[in-house]
């Protein structure tokens, strides 16, 4: 498990990068507005737990895991660019995103409150690991979504999502195992556990639905026209563009069984088998063969 130096060109992407689906766009388009903050938050995490980490095996998937998704944070962010590039500036947004994770999540507990540093760093980790959970499970969906192939989506952010999507999946036991590690033992830590999965679902629920609504009303193409609308969401998942409810709630009843754990998250083999052929992880593969060469 090791990053892979990707780049993508996205001079030719357009704005409504699936063609006609203004919603179905700009719902997936969240994870730009939401990742490059999240995922810096996530490494800065595990380097202040890297200390209580005793297992040599864990270790090292936990500094791929860093590397990971340290690029995924770069790449992301270049998508911002290029958003405000076509005349749809975010940093309206992304700077409450910022808010949440340096300041309200930081190394230290807000307001002043009482919380030994050792639990903090629990419960941050233990949110990861709910998160870890629904990324995953996008992963694994975006890498069967053949219906954005059939729409015309466009081929270079249909790569980046799903060259993400596979190390998603490549990475899915990383952040559990992390957590199952560094968060104590029996009860409490199922406890703590379940805690962060309970604040994680609907605070995600609410920045995306929030996300979605701010790129549909600032995207230049839609002046005058309708927001973002839950029929129209729908509409888009009945035709494979986005994942269904069903598949994301799913996730959850699964993550609360003590038995549970997220090597049993999605497939593996078709992660591999797509990063084989992504023609970003191929040309950064070229890349880096090319320079032991020389």
């Given at each position: 498990?090791?990053p892979r130096?990707?780049s993508f060109d996205?001079?030719n ?6 063609p006609g689906e203004?919603t179905?766009?700009?719902?997936i ?6 990742l ?5 938050w996530?490494v800065?995490?595990?380097k202040?737990a890297l200390p ?8 090292k998937?936990v500094k791929?895991?860093m ?5 995924h ?15 749809l ?5 992304t700077?409450?995103v910022?808010?949440l ?5 930081g ?11 050792r639990e ?6 233990s949110?990861i690991?709910?998160?870890e959970?629904?990324?995953?499970v996008?992963g694994?969906w975006?890498?069967g979504?053949?219906a ?12 980046l ?8 999946v490549?990475?899915?036991?990383v952040?559990?195992d992390?957590?199952q ?8 830590r199922?406890?703590r556990r ?10 995600l629920l609410w ?16 002046t ?6 839950l ?5 888009a ?5 986005l994942?269904t409810?069903g598949e ?7 993550y ?21 052929t992504s023609p ?9 063969g090319r320079?032991a060469l020389?």
């Amino acid at each position: 498990m090791a990053p892979r130096r990707v780049s993508f060109d996205w001079e030719n992407t357009p704005l409504h990068w699936i063609p006609g689906e203004p919603t179905a766009t700009h719902v997936i388009n969240v994870l730009h507005l939401l990742l490059p903050a999240g995922e810096r938050w996530f490494v800065k995490v595990f380097k202040e737990a890297l200390p209580l980490v005793d297992d040599p095996g864990l270790l090292k998937d936990v500094k791929g895991f860093m590397g990971q998704e340290a690029t995924h944070s770069v790449q992301h962010s270049h998508v911002l660019d290029h958003l405000a590039a076509q005349r749809l500036d975010t940093v309206a947004y992304t700077r409450h995103v910022d808010f949440l994770f340096e300041k309200l999540l930081g190394e230290v507990p807000p307001l002043g409150l009482p919380v030994p540093a050792r639990e903090w760093l629990r419960f941050r980790l233990s949110l990861i690991a709910a998160i870890e959970q629904f990324t995953a499970v996008l992963g694994d969906w975006v890498l069967g979504a053949d219906a954005l192939d059939a729409a015309g989506s466009d081929a270079v952010m249909l790569d980046l999502l799903r060259w993400h999507g596979a190390e998603e999946v490549e990475h899915r036991a990383v952040a559990f195992d992390m957590y199952q590690h560094c968060g104590g033992e029996g009860l409490p830590r199922y406890a703590r556990r379940i805690e962060g999965m309970a604040v994680v679902s609907p605070v995600l629920l609410w920045l995306w639905v929030w996300g979605a609504s701010y790129l549909m009303r600032h995207d230049p193409g839609l002046t005058g026209k309708p927001g973002y609308s839950l029929r129209r969401h729908n509409r888009a998942v009945a035709r494979g563009l986005l994942p269904t409810w069903g598949e994301l709630g799913s996730a959850i009843p699964r993550y609360f069984r003590r038995s549970y754990h997220p090597s049993q998250e999605g497939s593996l083999r078709r992660a591999v088998e797509y990063l084989a052929t992504s023609p970003a992880a191929r040309a950064a593969a070229g890349a880096v063969g090319r320079a032991a060469l020389t």
